[in-house]
């Protein structure tokens, strides 16, 4: 008889997508997803499309989620279509999400993002007030699409507290100003990039500055053994400051220099970390 367990490496779930695909006669992923996002929005979740006239052209769905007893709203994609990447389009899908969570009772939305994506850091932290806290090695496993693929997926994990002081002043872009700040993560010029020379785990400040690559696409393009320098560093940086009681709450570019802001003062209205 074979054995039944709860699946818990993101690369053995994998292997039951496969068993998807048998055991309902299913081949194609989209029929999977229309499937599991029809199941989210039946079960209380929230399904959002964007629209440009007749056609769909942004989606985000999230659905409920506990972590140490604690309910929360979590928030797994978010995401447009190439041609409107550069518009506020997945802003307001977020502030539509926002407004749906606080209506039904949610005051935690969460979702996971990769740290050394500037321009994710600016929208989650800097325009929507997002902290994070907790880092998580290789979170998803071997991820194979054009953004992901080469190093290993960690992740940090984004805590929105929609109705703090902390969240509403962001969206009506009241943001605070750090002066100089002293930087976790020691870097040096390298042909059209800077790559991640050393790192110091000694700082003590109230807020520090954790430098991330400008684009770490264009790092992937030219040296994955760059980008993976990158991954391994940075993931020590966030592993101790974060133990430490840092938390990511901006982010900010400087001298074209990408550069998060970490914090021991939590802002007003943050609650406890329940990761």
């Known amino acids: 008889m074979p054995r039944i367990e709860i699946a818990e490496n993101p690369d053995e779930i994998r292997k039951g997508v496969e068993v998807i695909k048998q055991a309902w006669g299913v081949m194609d992923m989209s029929t999977i997803m229309k499937d599991l996002l029809t199941a989210i929005k039946f079960t209380g979740g929230l399904v959002l499309l964007a629209y440009e006239k007749d056609q769909v052209v942004g989606i985000s769905f999230s659905f409920l989620a506990q972590r140490n007893k604690n309910f929360f709203l979590y928030s797994h994609m978010t995401g447009v279509v190439q041609e409107f990447r550069n518009t506020d389009l997945g802003y307001s899908l977020k502030l539509t999400q926002r407004e749906w969570a606080i209506k039904n009772g949610f005051d935690l939305v969460t ?12 929208f989650n932290l800097h325009k929507l007030g997002a902290i994070a806290r907790n880092y998580r090695r290789n979170h998803y496993g071997t991820m194979m699409d054009s953004l992901n693929f080469g190093i290993p997926s960690d992740r940090v994990v984004a805590e929105w507290f929609i109705s703090s002081r902390h969240v509403k002043s962001r969206l009506n872009k009241k943001f605070k100003k750090y002066g100089e700040l002293k930087n976790a993560v020691i870097t040096e010029e390298k042909n059209d990039y800077r790559i991640p020379v050393d790192i110091d785990l000694e700082l003590d400040d109230d807020y520090i500055a954790i430098e991330i690559p400008r684009d770490i696409n264009n790092v992937k393009k030219k040296s994955i053994e760059d980008a993976i320098t990158w991954r391994t560093m940075t993931s020590d940086v ?8 840092f938390a990511l709450i901006d982010f900010y570019t400087e001298n074209n220099r990408n550069f998060q802001v970490a914090s021991k003062i939590i802002p007003e209205g943050i609650k406890r970390n329940i990761f």
Request: a negative charge.
């Open 238 to 245: 966030y592993e101790h400051y974060f133990s430490k009681g």
């Open 111 to 122: 979702w996971t993002f990769d740290p050394l994506q500037g321009l994710n850091s600016n």
